[in-house]
């Protein structure tokens, strides 16, 4: 063992995390001379949001998943039982509030659409659903807020 400090083995584990991070870095450079600034800083924000998701004990089970042309939900997870609907929202700055005030009754009502048509194909039961959001402000340093049942009080109508 050095000094200095505790011994850091290169676990199979280990080096996954390395490879997704390096996968990432990789993608979200060819993204960023491909897709709009915007676009760019979403997607960057997606993947921080994937892992923070597993780094908390989730499951992720889908991104990005699209039932049809107008809905789509960020990140599907599953914590235990539950299976976790999860809007990421990302800025630049915090400069005009939290992201995730950009969530409205419209959104909603997409993410609404998406989650029961994940759910009717799953065969998974209403009760067990949940939505949260993450949001996400890449300013020195960068904050992640995770905000559990943020919205439809708790359970989807």
Do not use: C
């Not at 390096?22 to 800083?41: G, H, I, N, V, Y």
């Not at 509030?97 to 009717?120: C, F, M, N, V, W």
């Amino acid at each position: 063992m050095e000094a200095g400090g505790p011994e850091r083995r290169f676990t199979p584990a280990r080096a996954r995390q390395l490879f997704w991070k390096l996968s990432d870095t990789a993608r979200q450079f060819r993204e960023s001379k491909t897709l709009s600034p915007e676009k760019a800083l979403g997607r960057r924000g997606e993947d921080l949001a994937h892992r923070y998701l597993r780094n908390a004990g989730f499951t992720v089970v889908a991104r990005n998943y699209r039932p049809g042309v107008d809905s789509e939900v960020d990140i599907i997870a599953r914590e235990r039982a539950t299976l976790v609907f999860v809007e990421v929202k990302s800025r630049s700055s915090a400069e005009f509030g939290s992201p995730d005030r950009a969530i409205g009754a419209e959104k909603q009502k997409h993410i609404l659409r998406a989650a029961r048509s994940y759910t009717t194909r799953a065969g998974i039961e209403w009760k067990d659903v949940r939505f949260d959001t993450i949001s996400i402000v890449f300013e020195d340093p960068l904050t992640i807020v995770h905000r559990r049942d943020a919205f439809f009080d708790g359970r989807a109508i």
